[in-house]
């Protein structure tokens, strides 16, 4: 579709935004469902967040996916923030309501659909949380709220910055359960080794570094463990394949990103995303990214 004056604009903002494939999945749902949207990436360092809102305000720009570095930032900016994404500390979609900025946290829906088939694992059982940025703290928050572990680890390379998930999630969510560990992996191998579940919140593995090291002990995996790596490029991270040779039931992060997007997409447009078709554009895009 050609943008002409009734044209509604989204976007992302994010600093890098080189690496987002939003603007692929977002463009092929507008275009599948005959919406007159247009998805752009917007790169915005941190110095020009809220220069940049006063922006999307003047120019009516319907909402954004808001990605790393200013999930966290983008609040004290807002008109309004859903309850769940207030809790979480972390907006990653904006919904322009005639010059009111609302936040919401779609990532939580996108933990929540990935997770909902090992629900019974999960339950009253010890789970690791490898990371401790905003994805961290959303899957906390979900499990904590949806999924009922016995026992939560956040392990993450600064250990202070656990710390603080554990005071702030102890206190908000009334749960006495969450330990911290620093990420060092030999001292880990127990650890995982209890855990019934294990997500990688962390960048490590991702497009085009791919090395995992430092999330992955191979002997700590095994068969009835699930193994959740939220990064989505490549599609099947060395952590998961060498969680899949050692039995270990193992699910990426493409699911995440494709529910997340369609969270975002029906609170810009009332319209539900086409899934199917976004799962196959987007894994033949990536499949052909990493043959390259
Ligand atoms: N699939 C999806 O839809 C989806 C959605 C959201 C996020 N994600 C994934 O989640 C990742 C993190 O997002 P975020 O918003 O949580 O970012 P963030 O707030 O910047 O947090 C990054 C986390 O990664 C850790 N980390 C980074 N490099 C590391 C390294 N070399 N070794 C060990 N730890 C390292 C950081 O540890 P320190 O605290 O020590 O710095 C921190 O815990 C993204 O890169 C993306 O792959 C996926």
């Not at 005959?34 to 990436?41: E, I, S």
């Not at 930032?73 to 923030?81: A, G, N």
């Not at 995440?256 to 447009?269: D, R």
């Amino acid at each position: 579709m050609i943008p002409d004056n009734k044209t509604k604009l989204v976007g992302v903002i994010g600093h890098p935004i080189i690496q987002s494939f939003s603007p692929l999945i977002q463009n092929l749902a507008f275009q599948i469902r005959g919406l007159n949207y247009l998805y752009l990436p917007f790169d915005v360092p941190a110095t020009n967040l809220k220069e940049a809102l006063t922006g999307i305000t003047a120019l009516g720009i319907a909402g954004l996916n808001v990605t790393i570095p200013h999930k966290v930032k983008i609040l004290d900016y807002l008109s309004d923030i859903s309850e769940e994404a207030s809790i979480i500390g972390s907006v990653n979609t904006i919904v322009n309501d005639n010059g009111e900025l609302r936040g919401y946290n779609t990532d939580v829906i996108g933990v929540n659909e990935t997770l909902i088939p090992f629900a019974e694992s999960i339950r009253n059982s010890e789970v690791t949380v490898i990371g401790a940025g905003g994805a961290a703290r959303t899957a906390v928050y979900c499990l904590l709220r949806n999924f009922k572990p016995s026992r939560v680890n956040v392990v993450n390379r600064t250990l202070q910055k656990a710390d603080s998930i554990k005071d702030y999630f102890t206190a908000k969510m009334i749960f006495r359960g969450i330990k911290t560990f620093e990420l060092l992996p030999p001292d880990l191998t127990g650890l995982f080794a209890n855990s019934s579940l294990i997500i990688n919140t962390t960048s490590v593995g991702m497009y085009p570094d791919n090395d995992d090291a430092v999330t992955t002990i191979a002997e700590s995996f095994s068969s009835g463990q699930i193994i959740f790596d939220m990064v989505y490029n490549p599609m099947q991270t060395k952590l998961l394949a060498i969680a899949s040779e050692r039995g270990a039931h193992t699910v990426g992060g493409l699911k995440m990103f494709v529910e997340q997007g369609a969270a975002s997409f029906e609170l810009w447009t009332g319209a539900k995303m086409p899934k199917e078709a976004i799962n196959e554009a987007l894994g033949n895009a990536l499949a052909e990214l990493n043959t390259q």
